[in-house]
């Protein structure tokens, strides 16, 4: 069986590959279906039926197993969960290594998360610096409440506290996305 930290390295040669052999068109299919809609079938019902609840159970338990030094920050009130990643273990895994076959490994999480949230009634704004840091703020679609200001969701925790987060490369990602497909 293939260790966790192996399966990154070849997770993120699949991305380059399929790239290659077809087009974004076709890695984005690939994110969205067979990542969204059959590997993470598990975390779609969790959100879908459970909400809030369901992502901190779900997050939760996955960035506990991959991440069990507790490189990240889980924050949840009424309006919002969010959580500040301060050391990925997929992403620190290639950098450590000197591993990079596709142009962002870390596009592949909002690729598949966004549809499975926004099928499940909610909104996503999401930013990650290529560095194995990044947030995620998660809200029911009818809250129009904008993304949080640095710290005021999760403190000290927030993940733009990092000394060299204004100096990185960002991608943001708070619109919609029109890859949701409907239930």
Request: hydrophobic residues 30%; proline residues 5%.
């Amino acid at each position: 069986m293939i260790g966790t930290y192996d399966f990154c390295a070849h997770y993120e040669w699949t991305f380059a590959w399929l790239e290659a052999a077809g087009g974004e068109q076709l890695l984005q299919e690939y994110w969205t279906d067979a990542i969204g809609e059959d590997a993470q079938r598990h975390a779609a019902e969790l959100i879908q039926g459970q909400g809030f609840e369901g992502m901190m159970k779900y997050w939760g338990h996955t960035l506990a197993e991959e991440s069990p030094e507790k490189g990240y920050h889980m924050t949840q009130n009424p309006s919002v969960v969010r959580c500040d990643m301060h050391d990925c273990p997929s992403k620190g895994f290639l950098i450590k290594n000197n591993l990079q076959q596709y142009k962002d490994y870390c596009d592949h999480c909002i690729a598949w998360i966004r549809p499975v949230v926004e099928r499940a009634g909610f909104r996503i704004d999401h930013e990650h610096n290529h560095q194995g840091q990044c947030w995620w703020e998660f809200r029911e679609q009818e809250n129009p409440s904008p993304a949080s200001e640095t710290g005021e969701v999760s403190g000290h925790h927030d993940v733009r506290h990092l000394p060299h987060w204004p100096q990185k490369e960002h991608d943001r990602f708070p619109e919609k996305s029109d890859s949701v497909k409907s239930l």
